[in-house]
């Protein structure tokens, strides 16, 4: 089957931000991504809305960091401002060391992008067909890339696909070859917009465990933003949460897990008189007592010598304990704890 490729009126196809490759050199020692002060509203007067207020961050070359928050964070201007389809207010945004202002065909040449509820590959064509177009717009050979396509489609199980019509495809299918479509660019960092949307569990995790391999084969920087925590623990060095348009948390993983190690101790006894129950209330007023038939289950957060203090007052009240727990906070807990439990 021939088909023609894609040109720029085909709006119904597709509408992803793409750029050639420039060869001016980036300054080596330089962030693969800066952002200072970036600043972008919409409207004016009483019902103008800051959707970002004053961010700034770097990302290191060959990292993946995840860019959170709720609906309304702001986090999708903030990644439109630094692919150049939102015009920010003010700041400025620095890409391989290239100012994307003064030079923002040399800037954004470098940047590639997966944005969710865009169509992000052009559905006429096949799987290898929009590798090759990809490439070849971002200032690829496509010839010469042509071993390394192969091997994406092997490392996202697409190989079977290749041939394929991408508009016959399922809807996983079509979010991986998206990303392969990425991937198959010349670009150095790439922004990944809800990855695993759509995927069963078997393609989510291999996406997740080939992405770090590429990444650290290609030193790709990458830019993740998905509400699956799981996905952000498993494949990002580092976070960036934004909450009402600003920064409100910017920490490796284990640093933002960390901070809130606040221990949470649940214990399950039985043989508990009612008397007993109301003393252990006003013993420990932090913690949350339920009674269940003659069960009482006790939920403390505290420290280690306010569970064993809880544990001797059991034992005291000569208490059956049927089970202990003890919960750490995850990823989904930590980021709604910073956000107040936003909409997810």
């Known amino acids: 089957m021939t088909t023609e490729p894609p040109t720029a009126v085909d709006a119904d196809e597709g509408d992803r931000p793409r750029g050639s490759r420039d060869a001016e050199s980036a300054t080596e020692a330089s962030p693969a991504l800066v952002v200072d002060g970036l600043t972008k509203r919409f409207g004016s007067g009483d019902d103008a809305v800051t959707a970002v207020d004053d961010v700034s961050f770097a990302i290191d070359s060959g990292s993946v960091v995840g ?7 702001g986090k999708t201007t903030a990644i439109k401002s630094i692919l150049g389809l939102v015009v920010p207010d003010s700041g400025s945004v620095s890409i391989d060391g ?16 997966m944005l969710e509820g865009a169509r992000n590959d052009y559905w006429r064509l096949t799987v290898r067909e929009n590798l090759r177009y990809f490439a070849s717009i971002s200032g690829a050979d496509p010839s010469a890339a042509s071993d390394r396509h192969e091997e994406l489609l092997e490392q996202l199980d697409l190989a079977a696909q290749g041939d394929e019509v991408v508009r016959n495809l399922s809807r996983g299918m079509k979010q991986k070859v998206s990303l392969a479509s990425v991937l198959a660019s010349d670009a150095s960092v790439v922004f990944l917009d ?3 949307l759509g995927l069963d569990i ?17 030193e790709l920087t990458v830019i993740v933003s998905s509400h699956d925590m799981s996905v952000i623990e498993d494949v990002c060095d580092r976070v960036i949460v934004m909450q009402d348009g600003r920064v409100v948390a910017d920490e490796t993983v284990s640093e933002l897990l ?35 038939g003659d069960r009482v289950r006790v939920t403390l957060p505290a420290t280690s010598s306010e569970f064993y203090r809880l544990v001797a007052r059991l034992e005291a009240e000569n ?3 049927d089970s202990v727990d003890s919960g750490t906070p995850d990823m989904e807990a930590a980021f709604l704890e910073l956000t107040g439990g936003g909409d997810r």
Do not use: K, M, W
């Open 202 to 218: 078997e393609s989510s995790l291999t996406l997740r465990s080939e992405l770090r391999r590429i990444v650290a084969e290609r």
């Open 319 to 321: 208490a059956r304990i």
């Open 258 to 292: 960390d901070s809130f190690e606040t221990q949470e101790y649940r214990i399950v006894a039985r043989g508990l008189e009612g008397t007993a129950v109301a003393a252990i209330r006003e013993a420990f007023p932090d913690a949350d007592v339920t009674e269940t």
């Open 98 to 113: 290239i100012d994307a202002r003064e030079s923002p065909h040399a800037a954004h040449g470098r940047v590639d992008a």
């Open 67 to 73: 860019l959170l928050g709720p609906n309304g964070a």
């Open 194 to 196: 809800e990855p695993t």
